[in-house]
């Protein structure tokens, strides 16, 4: 029995591969044309090869693909049809096809298909459960409201993503097809544009500018601020110029703000309609002659208006004239008009009520003097006359000679007889006199050389001078925008600008005159667009350059300009003031001509002067706190950091003495004590 029944099975085993060949066979057949796809208990990877070699397409599986299908079609398949099949069954057990553009297909989990090279389409080409990406453009919702009821209808465990940006209001989606397709759907359907129509509401006695800003502050309290790219909320803008509010919007916004205008466009009471303002900027006084000159003009402006309304409101306002006066010691307005004059005044008064901006301007004036100067002459004289003399700038051999010899010693020899016939003899010196000699040497300037024989003497003079002289100047100064401000370093000079000294006036008397002499520089700044600077310049230089017959001569150096330059930038000004060369030669005719040999009777002068202006300047705009703040700590810990530097050296003489020195920066620097509190703390200090 066990041996019939083993046959058995064996033949029954070989009937059913027959028949499965014959099967396998006419499905081959079949699907020549169409496809009926029949797959129980199968390994995936194995249904994967089928459909493959059955497509005749190239597809890799991810080794994550794993596990075992079931699926049985009863009607026969198009290659389309088949294709599909294929897809629906991976989606079913959690897997994805990503084509690539090669034709090449990959298996992978859909769950990692987002991340993946997915292809972005446009339109609908595709309608299955293939992966894709599409980018929708969004114009009248706003993405970052969309995108969260999106992700909820879209299969994000089966690799879908929904992803918004907010800059461009466009939609990315990610995921199979017929999901994508219908997303869009969805968005089309959604992004339809509302009643965004536009309404102007012209205002009869607020403020537009100021409405606005009611309407902005209300909506922040109540989170409704708009956004860039929100089309729901309603928004505001203000026309100064016509006093009017436009309002956009869907309907019911526009409706709740119209109403909420109206509601607040009500007529002041006129009376006492008075209102104190206190300015943070501006000077109340500077502003009253502004504001007054705006009233007439307003004034003025409604009685020409040819309205029977406004010119019966335009009477009644010239009825009750406007006050406008200031309170210097609280900086204050204090206004009195209409409430339409009123809302005009107050505008004006919030856009000149600023915070001006300060220019800093550093300055470095250098002026260069440079002289060159050679004198060289000989001179001539003889004891018993006669000789040369020059007198540009070479001391003379007579005067010399003569200084010389009242400067020697006289020795004198006296002879005689006595009473007794006898013959006597004895010597007597005199002392020289050198107060002669010594003013000659006095004004002696280089070299001399010379000698005296037989009562002829020469001098021989060598003189060269070098002149150098740099006079600098750091000037900081900082003003606010459109002041000048002034800095100078120097002295006031007097000169005489009048006298009577006559013998026949009672009264004599000198008018005199303080002169500032020095280093000058007046500069107004004035910012224009962006961050550009003019400038207006007065820089001078002058000094005291020596007396004359009638007063002191000046000599002054100027530049007056208008320049503009950028913040930071540099400028400079100035150059080559002047440069001179002399030559002065004094000789004896007919002599100083002879070649070499006349050289000893002529002296020769040569000077060469050359005088060099610049002037730097480099501006800064300083619109904060902060930052003038870090320009001052800059400044003061440079200044600091020299007299550290001294205080390190030590001072001569006195090695137990501390110089002084700045304290560290502090925001809040202190004052130096009072002499009273300087007091209490010795008297504590000793107890």
């Not at 000599?555 to 007056?560: G, N, P, Q, T, W």
């Not at 440069?579 to 004094?586: A, H």
């Not at 730097?616 to 530097?645: A, H, W």
Request: some cysteine; overall charge negative.
């Amino acid at each position: 029995m066990t041996c019939c029944s083993g046959k058995r099975r064996n033949i029954f085993k070989g009937l059913i591969i027959a028949l499965g060949s014959a099967f396998f066979a006419v499905s081959s057949l079949v699907a020549a044309a169409d496809y009926s796809p029949n797959f129980k208990n199968t390994e995936i990877s194995e249904f994967i090869n089928i459909v493959g070699k059955n497509l005749k397409r190239t597809i890799i599986v991810d080794p994550n693909v794993r596990g075992k299908i079931t699926v049985r079609s009863y009607d026969l398949l198009s290659e389309e049809q088949y294709y599909q099949f294929f897809l629906n069954v991976l989606q079913v057990y959690g897997y994805s096809v990503v084509e690539m553009s090669s034709g090449v297909i990959k298996v992978i989990r859909s769950k990692d298909a987002k991340s993946s090279n997915l292809p972005v389409v446009e339109g609908s080409p595709f309608d299955g459960d293939e992966m894709i990406t599409r980018v929708m453009p969004v114009y009248n919702v706003p993405v970052r409201e969309l995108a969260p009821l999106l992700r909820q209808l879209n299969d994000t465990t089966g690799g879908g993503n929904v992803v918004s940006h907010d800059a461009s209001n466009v939609m990315m989606l990610t995921g199979r097809a017929a999901v994508v397709n219908r997303l869009v759907e969805i968005i089309e359907r959604v992004d339809q544009a509302g009643d965004e129509e536009v309404e102007i509401v012209k205002l009869k006695y607020a403020s537009a500018s100021e409405m606005v800003r009611i309407i902005d502050s209300i909506n922040k309290s109540q989170g409704k601020a708009p956004t860039a790219n929100s089309k729901s909320e309603p928004r505001v803008v203000a026309d100064d110029r016509t006093n009017s509010i436009i309002v956009s919007g869907d309907i019911k916004a526009r409706q709740r703000l119209v109403n909420l205008i109206e509601r607040m466009d009500q007529e002041l009471e006129t009376n006492g309609n008075t209102r104190v303002i206190f300015l943070n900027y501006a000077k109340a006084d500077e502003l009253v002659k502004v504001l007054q000159g705006v009233s007439a003009s307003i004034q003025a402006e409604t009685s020409g208006n040819g309205s029977s309304k406004t010119n019966s409101r335009a009477a009644s306002s010239n009825n009750r004239s406007v006050s406008i006066d200031s309170h210097e010691d609280s900086n204050a307005l204090v206004i009195t008009a209409e409430p339409d004059m009123m809302r005009s005044l107050e505008e004006v008064i919030r856009q000149l009520d600023i915070r001006r901006a300060q220019v800093q301007v550093e300055a470095i004036i250098v002026e260069v003097f440079e002289g060159d100067g050679v004198t060289l002459g000989v001179q001539l004289g003889s004891e018993e006359g006669g000789g040369t003399q020059f007198t540009n700038g070479v001391t003379g051999i007579g005067s010399l000679a003569v200084a010389a010899e009242q400067a020697r010693d006289k020795t004198t020899t006296t002879t005689g007889f006595d009473d007794d016939g006898n013959p006597y003899s004895y010597d007597s010196t005199v002392e020289g006199d050198f107060a002669t000699l010594a003013s000659v040497l006095g004004g002696v300037n280089g070299m001399i050389a010379g000698f005296v024989k037989n009562g002829w003497g020469a001098v021989v003079q060598a003189v060269s001078t070098d002149t150098n002289s740099n006079i600098l100047a750091t000037p900081h100064l900082t003003t606010m925008d459109n002041e000048e401000a002034y800095f100078i370093v120097g002295q006031e000079v007097p000169i005489i600008t009048g006298s009577t000294a006559s013998s026949t006036n009672s009264n004599p008397f000198q008018q005199v005159e303080r002169k500032e002499v020095g280093i000058k520089l007046k500069v107004t700044p004035q910012i224009n667009e962006g961050d550009a600077i003019q400038l207006s310049i007065e820089q001078e230089v002058s000094s005291v350059n020596g007396a004359t017959s009638v007063d002191i001569a000046i000599s002054k150096r100027e530049i007056k300009t208008s320049v503009i330059v950028d913040d930071g930038g540099t400028i400079v000004l100035g150059g080559l003031i002047d440069e001179d060369v002399q030559e002065s030669v004094s000789k004896v005719p007919l002599l100083g001509d002879i070649p070499f040999i006349g050289n000893l009777f002529k002296s020769t002068t040569t000077s060469k002067r050359k005088r060099n202006l610049m002037v730097f300047i480099r501006p800064t705009i300083i619109r904060d706190g902060v930052t003038m703040n870090k320009i001052s700590q800059r400044k003061y810990q440079y200044i600091r950091g020299e007299q550290l530097k001294r205080q390190s050296q030590g001072i001569p003489l006195m090695p137990l003495t501390e110089g002084p020195a700045l304290p560290e920066w502090d925001e809040q620097l202190s004052l130096p004590p009072s002499f009273n509190e300087y007091l209490e703390n010795k008297d504590k200090a000793e107890d």
